[in-house]
Every structure is written in structure tokens, then in C-alpha cells.
């Protein structure tokens, strides 16, 4: 069972950027499917990148060409790098993972097939 801890969020101008973070503990998550989700509230948790352990890399339509998702398998870190925001990106963001789970499974980014989650940070963007 891997704990994750999201850190990086804040508030930000249009057109700004973000880098999130994700420190994994537990277990090595190089094993495991690893995603950003984000949530605002009312509406459903939607996926916005993710990566899994065969290297596979999807993103959101939303993310496409603006945020990058990556591993540091030496550091046990999840980030995502968020460029060109604008005010439809404020929201929580988690992190979570699953050991079974790969992209080739589904389409899209399914939160309900991630098992682990962190507590989230928040995204602002004015």
C-alpha cells in the first residue's frame, strides 16, 4: 500500500504555470499505474494525465499540450507540469495510483480504477 502526499498547488495568473508534486512512500511506485485527477466542487472527479508502469503516458483532451506528466524513480515522485493555465483549471488536485491498473485496459483516465489517493492541493488561477 503506497501513501501519497501532493504538494505545489497555489494560486496563479492566467497564462501562469504550476509544477505538482507527488511523494510517494509505502512502496516504489515505478510498479504502479500513477495519475493526476482534479475535482471542483459538484462535479465528478475527472483524469488529467497519468502514467503507468510500462511507461504508457495518457492526458485529458483539457491537458493535451500543456501539462506534462513524469517520474523520478529515484525520488519516488509523480509531478505534473502545468503550463498555459487559465481559469477552467482551478480545482483540487490528487494524485493516486493503482498496481494493477494500465492505460491499454480503458479509455481515458477512470478514477474508479485507482485504488490509493493523497489528500489533494489546490489550484487557482485568475
Known amino acids: 500500500h503506497v501513501q501519497l502526499v501532493e504538494s505545489g498547488g497555489g494560486s496563479v495568473q492566467t497564462g501562469g504555470s504550476l509544477r505538482l508534486s507527488c511523494v510517494a512512500s509505502g512502496d516504489t511506485i515505478g510498479r504502479y499505474c500513477m495519475g493526476w485527477f482534479r475535482q471542483i466542487p459538484d462535479k465528478e472527479r475527472e483524469g488529467v494525465a497519468a502514467?503507468?508502469?510500462?511507461?504508457?503516458?495518457r492526458y485529458a483532451d483539457s491537458a493535451k499540450g500543456r501539462f506534462i506528466i513524469s517520474l523520478d524513480n529515484a525520488r519516488n515522485t509523480l509531478t505534473l507540469q502545468m503550463n498555459s493555465l487559465n481559469a477552467e483549471d482551478s480545482a483540487m488536485y490528487f494524485c493516486?495510483?493503482?498496481?494493477?491498473?494500465?492505460?491499454?485496459?480503458?479509455?481515458?483516465?477512470?478514477?474508479?480504477?485507482?485504488?490509493?489517493w493523497g489528500q489533494g492541493t489546490q489550484v487557482t488561477v485568475s
Open positions: 502514467i503507468d508502469s510500462d511507461g504508457n503516458i
Open positions: 493516486a495510483s493503482d498496481p494493477g491498473f494500465r492505460l491499454w485496459f480503458v479509455q481515458g483516465i477512470p478514477a474508479a480504477n485507482f485504488r490509493n
